[in-house]
């Protein structure tokens, strides 16, 4: 089943649940029509951020869209006229009011600035067409490091549920590249122990938990995690299967599937990928008892800070970092626990409640809106 496929169906099953009349249900169902990067896969984005969004109750919808380039390909000259190109198409379908763009896989701040210059050529300087940016053109504090941080207070807010500490468990960290190293600095600072990582440049471990500052200063100075002193080798296909409390898969979509679901021997997965657990695997790993906590939750913490950025852009009136990271920790903690309200009144886990408290709120303002297919 590919990502589109399991988008609507937990999508579906949300709505079985909410006794969605069929005419709101099939209104929510329109898909983006723009997108040619892989139509099932940023069809299924751009319902997981619709969801997203509702999900932590910030005021923005959901959208998706790319370039089919790779742009480890591309020089720095290239990616600019390209991004450049990209925008003077689009500048009319994007705007503060209507669509924000915010960095992606491939995209960092710099791809942010190009669309934000190029865009003000055609209607005038606008800081918040793009969240994301350089802190010197208007960016916010803290956006670099969101998703990794927003990661783990929604780790910690689970934990709490089950009277647990991230400073007693032991964590495996599925990608290393900003979601993964964040997340995995945050925790070894709350004195959790990070027992392997992995990225495309191969996987680590050490039962003694990883020096994750030492490991962060390794990469940067070779671009890999191997030959890092303070762990050993390890085959990267085992990284999801290692003996952990928590697993948390920063990397692609369908990295658990059927074939490996019963191998995994962590007790919680945070899903700080999008959909990177397939319907078997979910499916298998909730029989064995694993808790896991859905993308559209989890990983939210990105757009939450887009929508701070985005604040701060439109009243001209920046945050400090504490301020951003106190204010991300109100919304994802607030969020878990309107996502726990869910699953007890309708007696599901929390990926249905995260879907059955996006997809309400949605719904509850089509309704209101008076739109009907």
Same mark, same amino acid.
């Given at each position: 089943?590919?990502?589109?496929?399991?988008?609507?169906?937990?999508?579906?099953?949300?709505?079985?649940?909410?006794?969605?009349?069929?005419?709101?249900?099939?209104?929510?169902?329109?898909?983006f029509?723009?997108?040619?990067?892989?139509?099932?896969?940023?069809n299924?984005?751009?319902?997981?951020?619709?969801?997203?969004?509702?999900?932590?109750?910030?005021?923005?919808?959901?959208?998706?869209?790319?370039?089919?380039?790779?742009?480890?390909?591309?020089?720095?000259?290239?990616?600019?006229?390209?991004?450049?190109?990209?925008?003077?198409?689009?500048?009319?379908?994007?705007g503060?009011?209507?669509?924000?763009?915010?960095?992606?896989?491939?995209?960092?701040?710099?791809?942010?600035?190009?669309?934000?210059?190029?865009?003000?050529k055609?209607?005038?300087?606008?800081?918040?067409?793009?969240?994301?940016? !350089?802190?010197?053109l &208007? *960016?916010? +504090?803290? #956006? %670099?490091? =969101?998703?990794?941080?927003?990661?783990?207070?929604?780790? /910690? @807010?689970?934990?709490?549920?089950?009277?647990?500490?991230v400073?007693?468990?032991?964590?495996?960290?599925?990608?290393?590249?900003?979601?993964?190293?964040?997340?995995?600095?945050?925790?070894h600072?709350?004195?959790?122990?990070?027992?392997?990582?992995?990225?495309?440049?191969?996987?680590?471990?050490?039962p003694?938990?990883?020096?994750?500052?030492?490991?962060?200063?390794?990469?940067?100075?070779?671009?890999?995690?191997?030959?890092f002193?303070?762990?050993?080798?390890?085959n990267?296909?085992?990284?999801?299967?290692?003996?952990?409390?928590?697993?948390? !898969?920063?990397?692609? &979509? *369908?990295? +658990?599937? #059927? %074939?490996? =679901?019963?191998?995994?021997?962590?007790?919680?997965?945070? /899903? @700080?990928?999008?959909?990177?657990?397939?319907?078997?695997?979910?499916?298998?790993?909730?029989?064995?008892?694993?808790?896991?906590?859905?993308?559209?939750?989890?990983?939210?913490?990105?757009?939450?800070?887009?929508?701070?950025?985005?604040?701060?852009?439109?009243?001209?009136?920046m945050?400090?970092?504490?301020?951003?990271?106190?204010?991300?920790?109100?919304?994802?903690?607030?969020?878990?626990?309107?996502l726990?309200?869910?699953?007890?009144?309708?007696?599901?886990?929390?990926?249905?409640?995260?879907?059955?408290?996006?997809?309400?709120?949605?719904?509850?303002?089509?309704?209101?809106?008076?739109?009907?297919a």
């Open positions: 089943m590919n990502a589109l496929a399991a988008t609507n169906r937990n999508f579906r099953q949300a709505a079985r649940i909410l006794g969605l009349d069929s005419k709101i249900e099939k209104s929510l169902l329109i898909p029509r723009e997108i040619k990067v892989d139509p099932d896969e940023v299924a984005l751009a319902q997981l951020m619709t969801w997203k969004t509702a999900v932590t109750d910030i005021p923005y919808g959901g959208a998706k869209g790319g370039i089919g380039c790779n742009p480890k390909d591309l020089s720095v000259s290239e990616l600019e006229r390209l991004t450049r190109v990209f925008t003077q198409k689009i500048h009319d379908l994007i503060v009011n209507t669509d924000v763009p915010a960095p992606d896989m491939g995209t960092n701040a710099q791809t942010m600035a190009w669309i934000l210059d190029e865009y003000s055609f209607h005038g300087h606008s800081p918040a067409i793009v969240t994301g940016k !350089p802190i010197d &208007g *960016g916010s +504090l803290g #956006r %670099e490091a =969101a998703t990794g941080r927003g990661v783990v207070y929604a780790t /910690e @807010a689970l934990l709490a549920e089950y009277g647990k500490h400073r007693d468990l032991t964590f495996a960290i599925q990608g290393f590249g900003n979601v993964g190293a964040w997340a995995g600095k945050l925790i600072e709350r004195g959790g122990k990070v027992v392997a990582v992995s990225d495309i440049t191969g996987a680590i471990k050490n003694n938990g990883i020096d994750i500052p030492a490991l962060l200063s390794h990469k940067e100075k070779t671009g890999k995690l191997i030959d002193a303070g762990a050993d080798v390890m990267s296909d085992e990284l999801l299967m290692h003996e952990c409390d928590v697993l948390i !898969p920063c990397a692609l &979509g *369908g990295v +658990l599937n #059927r %074939e490996n =679901a019963n191998n995994v021997k962590a007790k919680f997965i945070i /899903e @700080a990928a999008n959909h990177p657990t397939d319907p078997d695997a979910d499916e298998i790993l909730s029989k064995k008892g694993v808790v896991i906590l859905p993308d559209i939750y989890a990983n939210a913490g990105g757009v939450t800070v887009s929508y701070f950025e985005w604040v701060q852009n439109i009243q001209g009136f945050w400090d970092e504490e301020k951003v990271n106190r204010e991300l920790k109100k919304y994802m903690t607030r969020a878990f626990h309107n726990k309200g869910m699953c007890h009144s309708h007696n599901c886990n929390l990926r249905m409640g995260a879907f059955t408290l996006g997809v309400n709120r949605v719904a509850r303002a089509t309704q209101l809106r008076g739109w009907e």
